[in-house]
């Protein structure tokens, strides 16, 4: 199984400069800030009702890539970057960390990337058609801490029978984590859906840190969590149900300690 697509090479622009070139904690945001007539509009600020309609959304019939909790879109950005051939709709609960993403997006006049505030779950459930995405990725979703927000987890084996139907057959499935007792729970539940594999190390295009969140923890010494898998051929979105109301919901128990990380990527 490959779970790295070979990415476009970009062609270095003589009239760039180190100040077109955005830095988080000293890691460069891919792609370069464009002039303000060079912008582009990425954010969608209103989901349609019903299932979106791909084509009609990007122009064109591309590859789809969803990011789930995308936060400031720092992994969304470097794959529409890199990957001009795919389009990418990411999306997030707050509205503040979207609005980073959409400037972001629209200073580097990308086209194949639209940004829209809702949560994974919804969207999936929703305004996605069945398996019409290629690719979903979910990094460092909130553990939630308190025993009253346990019911706000985002990985359940409900959310995952949706992640399952909205892929195309043999589709990829992303998840990432800094939390040992969320990663413990997401092996459990993710293979029955997925030809699930842990990803040891880095990934090999981002080796600091695809999200911000990665890029903390790293720094902190903290262990990062990485796995990936092809939806499961032949499983009907029936069979997926059944599976999914007889697993284990996640119930377990995320370590307060962790929270010192949250605090810091708020800063």
């Not at 999306?91 to 994974?120: E, H, K």
Request: charged share 25%; net charge positive.
């Amino acid at each position: 199984m490959t779970a790295f697509p070979k990415l476009a090479k970009m062609k270095p622009d003589p009239s760039s400069n180190r100040r077109t070139i955005e830095r988080e904690f000293g890691v460069p945001i891919a792609g370069q800030i464009l002039s303000p007539e060079q912008w582009t509009k990425t954010a969608l600020k209103q989901l349609p009702e019903g299932h979106l309609d791909w084509q009609a959304l990007f122009g064109r019939t591309a590859p789809v890539v969803l990011d789930l909790g995308c936060g400031n879109a720092r992994y969304t950005i470097g794959s529409a970057v890199w990957r001009p051939g795919h389009d990418h709709l990411a999306t997030d609960i707050l509205p503040v960390v979207i609005r980073y993403a959409t400037r972001r997006g629209n200073q580097r006049g990308l086209t194949n990337v639209r940004f829209a505030v809702i949560g994974g779950r919804e969207l999936l459930a929703d305004h996605v058609s069945s398996g019409t995405v290629t690719e979903i990725h979910c990094y460092h979703p909130q553990p939630f801490y308190d025993a009253a927000q346990v019911s706000k987890r985002l990985i359940t084996p409900e959310f995952l029978a949706l992640v399952h139907k909205a892929l195309v057959p043999g589709g990829l499935f992303f998840l990432q984590t800094d939390n040992p007792g969320y990663w413990t729970y997401m092996r459990q539940v993710a293979p029955v859906f997925f030809d699930f594999e842990e990803h040891p190390g880095r990934w090999p295009d981002a080796p600091k840190g695809r999200t911000r969140r990665e890029i903390i923890a790293l720094r902190q010494g903290l262990p990062v969590f990485r796995g990936f898998g092809k939806a499961k051929l032949n499983l009907s979105e029936d069979e997926a149900l059944r599976l999914a109301q007889a697993l284990p919901p996640p119930t377990f128990d995320a370590d307060r300690r962790l929270r010192q990380l949250d605090a810091l990527e708020r800063e």
